[in-house]
């Protein structure tokens, strides 16, 4: 079964698919308002970032077990 689909139906799909991501999104900032990160939890937050970007991790296993 083959469907043909000419260049500017095309266009008009992805247009249209752009407005519907767009219109998520958007209806998500509506839904999910954002927090304001207290000192310390923005100081938690760079430290995460930073221990993330030196290559620090604890394997899904390790959590596992840990936590039981």
């Known amino acids: 079964?083959?469907?043909s689909v000419s260049e500017?139906?095309?266009r008009?799909?992805?247009n249209r698919l752009d407005m519907v991501r767009l219109e998520l999104l958007r209806l998500r900032?509506?839904?999910?308002?954002e927090e304001e990160l207290?000192?310390?939890?923005r100081r938690e937050l760079?430290?995460?970032?930073?221990?993330?970007a030196e290559g620090f991790?604890?394997?899904l296993e390790d959590l596992i077990k840990e936590i039981g």
Do not use: T
């Open 12 to 14: 008009l799909i992805l």
């Open 38 to 41: 207290s000192e310390e939890e």
């Open 57 to 59: 991790s604890v394997s």
């Open 8 to 10: 500017s139906q095309l």
């Open 46 to 52: 760079e430290e995460a970032r930073r221990e993330i």
């Open 1 to 3: 079964m083959d469907v």
């Open 29 to 33: 900032a509506m839904l999910l308002p």
